[in-house]
């Protein structure tokens, strides 16, 4: 049987650490406040979003809600990103993504001040990870990150391998592995024999946006595995890109979906948050 790792639990310990914080920054006359961009009505997006919010109230941390038609065109957008660059009482801005097609997300992303760039989305803040340089992190890895260290695996020596090359998970997540001196391998679509390479793996990180492709021929045993997958099954239940029944008895340690990464990544956004007033 393998460790169920808990990312419930594992935020909700951050989120109460970082509440604290805020506490003691809000008696030095600190006040953090977020912005949160929604452009059209996608639902996933706007659960996302709401949760988001709610973790700020949760936290002490002040919010901004700006919901815009998916009509509003690329200049509106950017002029609304450009103005909350320049507000005094905005910290960190949040886009939530996707955005409608004819926007480019690219050309948004860059608006943002990296000063206030709290996804770590910013070619700034990214450049700033894989040189080693203090800086905003992308909250899904960094979320992994805590996950393993505090359910007390080590990362130094170890096989990683990733499953997925994302700009938002993938290849983030490489860049933070090297950093804690893990042995780090990006797998792909385009990878021959994945098998062979997700077989080598310590620690397996999946985020292919393939439901539960992940079975137990791709595990070496004893792996830790981190599922970063979010479909629904058959049955209309959440599942990841790890088929968890077949994997979880070869696997020592193991997310599941939901309550593993998915809760760690709005810990790790409201950890950026607190930093921004760090700083
Ligand atoms: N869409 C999916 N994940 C994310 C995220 O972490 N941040 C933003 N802004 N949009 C997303």
Redesign the pocket.
């Known amino acids: 049987m393998a460790v169920l790792i808990d990312g419930k639990k594992i935020s909700k310990e951050i989120k109460e650490e970082l509440k604290e914080e805020v506490k003691c920054l809000k008696e030095e006359g600190k006040n953090i406040c977020l912005a949160v961009v929604q452009v059209g009505e996608d639902p996933a ?1 706007t659960v ?1 979003v709401n949760n988001k919010k709610k973790a700020c109230a949760y936290i002490g941390i002040e919010s901004q809600s700006y919901e815009l038609l998916a009509s509003t065109t690329e200049e509106e957008l950017v002029d609304l990103v450009k103005r909350l660059n320049d507000s005094p009482e905005v910290n960190g801005i ?5 955005l409608p097609k004819h926007i480019n997300e690219d050309r948004i992303i860059q608006a943002i001040s990296p000063e206030k760039d709290v ?1 770590g ?1 910013h070619p700034e803040s990214v450049g700033r990870l894989w040189i080693g340089e203090k800086g905003f992190l992308s ?2 890895p960094a979320g992994i990150i805590q996950l393993l260290k505090r359910s007390g695996i080590s990362i130094e020596g170890k096989e990683c391998v990733i499953v997925g090359r994302s700009n ?1 998970v993938g290849k983030p997540m490489a860049a933070l592995l090297l950093r804690e001196n893990g042995t780090v391998t990006v797998a792909h679509s385009r990878t021959k024999e994945l098998q062979k390479i997700t077989k080598r793996a310590d620690i397996l990180i999946v985020a292919i946006g393939k439901r539960q492709f992940i079975t137990s021929e791709y595990i070496k045993e004893g792996a830790v595995v981190i599922d970063v997958g979010m479909h629904r099954d058959a049955q209309n239940r959440l599942c990841g890109d790890v088929d968890f029944a077949d994997v979880e008895p070869k696997a020592s340690a193991i997310t599941p979906v939901p309550g593993g990464v998915g809760p760690m ?1 709005i810990a790790m ?1 409201m950890n950026n948050c607190v930093e921004t007033a760090r700083r």
Do not use: A, M, N, R
């Open positions: 997006s996302y949040l886009v939530q993504l996707p996804d989305f909250c899904t938002i990544t956004l």
